[in-house]
């Protein structure tokens, strides 16, 4: 499933707010088709990690690289990336103020410039794959939050990105509601897509992770394979974090 | 006038709506005199709530038919002769100056023969807002029926070909004018304003700074020194020779104006758009003014309806300002028209005609915000 040209690269980032650090010397490597699930506790800097891939936040030093185009200050080189870097939020983010299949089609429309006949074509059977093609014309509103995250990766995948970033898909939802999500993901990762999963759902990582990433105080502790990281993590931090997690 | 047996059934319905009680129901003399207990318990269920119904009425009696004898049972409606002397005879309003004057009211100083061109042109133009107004044509053929209209009014008033006479802009007046530049004010200042509101809050300093020093300078001044500043001041910084037409000096003065005034009302609608909303966008790889245009700024436009019609209302009626710069709009081509010494002392009624036109065009806007906001929220609330 993976080849070896790291697709995701971040080289050494830092990033401050103001006097804060909150990214101290983030170093991590995704090749084409790998899942790698980043855990940690809250206030370790893994969302604002995941959202400098496709530059929501500017990091200030250390490089980042995705598909070969190193993200700085030129707004070409960022739109080429954010059209190729899918990502779903923990808050879903859909367009309120249009239907479920406007949310699909907007950015081929008007980023792409596919036809419009094709857009929807392509829409339907984004939301056929996670199962809510009735769904169609209805607004986000009217869906419950297990929908409308489905409909947030229906609407990410709707501009065939070859990556995709998803930022604790799951924390919003009712428990009721993580299953049809994690499901939807369980079968894009089978499809070969190559994900980076903030999550704390440690089921979804143990069925699809080729590499856990924990972090904490805005520093990667640890990088490793699922079975060693559950099995025997390398620090004692990690231990206790998933002590803590799982224990519940 | 009240037959029991149907009222207690009337009653009964409207007491479950009303009130739980059950004393009506148990009571049913009390149902058959119900105006009598709805006052009951409405008007003096209790000393203070007597007291202010009393006086209320008093008020009224006070109030109500002395109006309705001065302003209907004793006003003259009609001069047969074309003077003021019946009116003075009567005791009542006069309304015959409506019948004399309305012409030179509704459209100033506007070469007398040629009236009709500035009745059709406004005609025209109300026919066009009023077909706007529904949803049904909002189609893009709208835009193109709307640039036809421009070019018939702008044919109709100035004329110069095509037959009609060349009418120079201060010449214009009335209604026509007040319309007009209301209209063209609001129309252009909205584009402007929504694009201050980005620039105050846009990432680069330079252009935050010009949007905000604007907004903050303009909104820091009354209109009237504005308008001012357009027709006295500006003049003087232009090479000799040039002169730029009073009323277009008018418009670009007010139209910077409302656009301050509009600007902060957007940027209170961006400011309500969740954070999120444009993440979302920025992650799908929409640029900048498609991400506003698409996203943003349909969302927030919304939220802003009440404040964006309230500047519109005031911009309507600042176009009376433009008196001072020595354009006639409908209330100084009321005035003007009450500057005949036979008509004179009949200026509560021309003033009061006035208001009522002012007030019937920002009573509709009010109204049709109210529709537009119910009718642009279909199905996108939770």
Not at chain 1, 104 to 119: G, M, S
Request: glycine share 6%; with cysteine.
């Amino acid at each position: 499933m993976t080849d070896d040209a790291p697709v995701v690269e971040l080289i050494d980032v830092q990033k401050w707010y103001g006097a804060f650090h909150v990214l101290k010397d983030v170093s991590l490597s995704v090749r084409k088709g790998e899942k790698v699930v980043v855990c940690g506790p809250s206030g370790s800097g893994k969302s604002t990690m995941i959202r400098c891939v496709n530059r929501l936040e500017e990091h200030q030093g250390g490089r980042i690289i995705v598909n070969g185009i190193e993200l700085a200050d030129d707004l070409k080189a960022i739109e080429a990336i954010r059209k190729d870097v899918g990502m779903v939020f923990q808050s879903f983010n859909l367009f309120p103020h249009l239907t479920v299949l406007e949310n699909l089609t907007l950015a081929p429309l008007w980023v792409k410039h596919v036809p419009k006949a094709e857009a929807e074509d392509l829409a339907m059977q984004l939301l056929q794959r996670v199962r809510i093609p009735d769904q169609a014309k209805k607004f986000p509103g009217q869906l419950s939050g297990g929908q409308q995250q489905r409909v947030a990766i229906a609407r990410a995948l709707a501009m065939k990105p070859s990556i995709m970033l998803f930022d604790e898909p799951t924390s919003a939802l009712d428990p009721e509601m993580v299953k049809e999500v994690l499901d939807v993901m369980i079968e894009l990762a089978g499809e070969g897509m190559t994900m980076i999963c903030v999550t704390h759902e440690m089921g979804f990582a143990r069925a699809v992770a080729d590499t856990m990433v924990f972090m904490a105080e805005g520093r990667v502790i640890e990088t490793s394979p699922p079975e060693q990281f559950f099995s025997d993590p390398k620090s004692e931090r990690t231990r206790q974090f998933l002590g803590q997690i799982i224990g519940h | 006038m009240i037959r029991p047996q149907d009222d207690i059934h009337n009653a009964t319905a409207a007491a479950d709506v009303e009130e739980p009680s059950s004393a009506v129901l148990a009571a049913p003399s009390a149902v058959v005199w119900k105006p009598l207990n709805w006052a009951k318990s409405n008007l003096f269920d209790s000393v203070p709530n007597a007291i202010m119904t009393l006086l209320a009425v008093l008020l009224l009696w006070e109030v109500v038919p002395p109006l309705l004898s001065w302003g209907v049972f004793n006003a003259t409606w009609f001069s047969a002769d074309g003077t003021a002397a019946a009116c003075r005879d009567g005791t009542g309003a006069c309304w015959a100056l409506m019948g004399e004057k309305n012409r030179l009211m509704l459209f100033g100083v506007y070469p007398y023969d040629q009236h009709w061109r500035p009745a059709l042109a406004t005609a025209l133009v109300i026919a066009m807002l009023a077909t706007s107004a529904l949803r049904r044509f909002w189609v893009p053929a709208l835009a193109y029926a709307w640039l036809g209209v421009v070019l018939v009014v702008a044919w109709l008033m100035w004329g110069g070909i095509l037959g009609l006479r060349y009418v120079e802009t201060p010449q214009w007046g009335g209604l026509p004018l007040t319309l007009g530049l209301a209209l063209l004010g609001i129309v252009l200042a909205f584009p402007l304003s929504i694009v201050l509101a980005l620039g105050r809050r846009s990432n680069l300093p330079a252009i935050r700074a010009v949007c905000t020093g604007y907004i903050e300078l303009v909104r820091g001044v009354p209109l009237v020194s504005v308008l001012f500043m357009a027709s006295v001041m500006f003049p003087l910084f232009l090479p000799e020779g040039v002169t730029i037409d009073k009323l277009l000096r008018a418009l670009v003065g007010m139209t910077l104006f409302t656009a301050a005034y509009l600007a902060e009302a957007v940027r209170g609608g961006l400011q309500a758009i969740p954070r999120g909303q444009e993440e979302a966008a920025d992650a799908l790889g929409l640029p900048y003014w498609r991400k506003m245009r698409l996203i943003v700024l349909p969302q927030a436009l919304r939220l802003v309806i009440p404040p964006i019609v309230n500047q519109f209302i005031s911009c309507f009626k600042d176009t009376s300002l433009v008196t001072i710069v020595g354009l006639y709009d409908l209330l100084a081509a009321t005035k003007a028209s009450l500057a005949d010494p036979d008509w004179r002392p009949f200026f509560v009624e021309g003033y009061i005609a006035a208001a009522l036109v002012y007030w019937v065009f920002c009573f509709s806007m009010s109204r049709y915000s109210q529709w537009l906001e119910r009718e642009l929220a279909t199905g996108t609330r939770r």
